[in-house]
Nanobody, 121 residues
Framework: QVRLVEFGGGLVQPGGSLNLSCEATGSMYPIYTMGWYRQVPGDQRELVASITNGGGKLYGDFGSGRFTISGNSAKNTIYLQMNKLTPEDTAVYYC???????????????WGHGTQVTVSS
């Protein structure tokens, strides 16, 4: 089992910045994808950004430009720098990890409990 813990959420004014972090602990595989997703009430969870163990990055529709994902594989930790935040960015941000177990096997999929980001004046 893998546990994911997010840090860094909170209240910020429009135009401000936040830095989120997520640390994975437990029994993990070396090939993986970790990412940030967000969800607001009544909506489906959506991708913000993801990063692979090799450093490849993918941004969702709302994650490009203002958001930057990074990671430290040695620490099993990913980060999300969020700049120029708007009220539309208000959501619960969840950390995700998918471990590659080999071809022909489904990936293990883990979620953190999420951290609330509220953008309001």
């Amino acid at each position: 089992q893998v546990r994911l813990v997010e840090f860094g959420g909170g209240l910020v004014q429009p135009g401000g910045s936040l830095n989120l972090s997520c640390e994975a602990t437990g029994s993990m595989y070396p090939i993986y994808t970790m990412g940030w997703y967000r969800q607001v009430p009544g909506d489906q969870r959506e991708l913000v950004a993801s990063i692979t163990n090799g450093g490849g990055k993918l941004y969702g529709d709302f994650g490009s430009g203002r958001f930057t994902i990074s990671g430290n594989s040695a620490k099993n930790t990913i980060y999300l720098q969020m700049n120029k935040l708007t009220p539309e960015d208000t959501a619960v941000y969840y950390c995700n990890r998918q471990d590659f177990k080999g071809l022909g096997n489904p990936r293990d999929n883990y979620w953190g409990h999420g951290t609330q980001v509220t953008v309001s004046s």
